[in-house]
């Protein structure tokens, strides 16, 4: 079993960045896939971004070019770079691990004033 632990949150102007980081309490080397999930306020968890064990990134439209995933399966750490932000990326964000197995973390609170 492996706990995901996000860090890095917060509140931050419009324009500006954060980096979120995913700790992971085991390997990750043969999860997968690791990724972002959201939850703005009054919707429904979406998908942000996720990388591959193979190193394949994707992400969602809304966040191209802005945003950029990074996974060290060394360290067993994933990143989000969150660049340009928007007050609608005011949301919950969660670290995700899928594959054979499903791994959620607890989510950490990212705010964007205008």
């Known amino acids: 079993q492996v706990q995901l632990v996000e860090s890095g949150g917060g509140l931050v102007q419009a324009g500006g960045s954060l980096r979120l980081s995913c700790a992971a309490s085991g390997s990750i080397f043969s999860i997968n896939y690791m990724g972002w999930f959201r939850q703005p306020p009054g919707k429904q968890r979406e998908f942000v971004a996720s990388?591959?064990?193979?190193?394949?990134?994707t992400y969602a439209d809304f966040v191209k070019g802005r945003f950029t995933i990074s996974r060290d399966n060394a360290k067993n750490l994933v990143y989000l770079q969150m660049n340009s932000l928007k007050p609608e990326d005011t949301a919950v964000y969660y670290c995700?691990?899928?594959?054979?197995?499903?791994?959620w973390g607890q989510g950490i609170q990212v705010t964007v004033s205008s």
């Open positions: 990388e591959s064990s193979g190193g394949i990134k």
């Open positions: 995700r691990g899928w594959g054979s197995n499903n791994y």
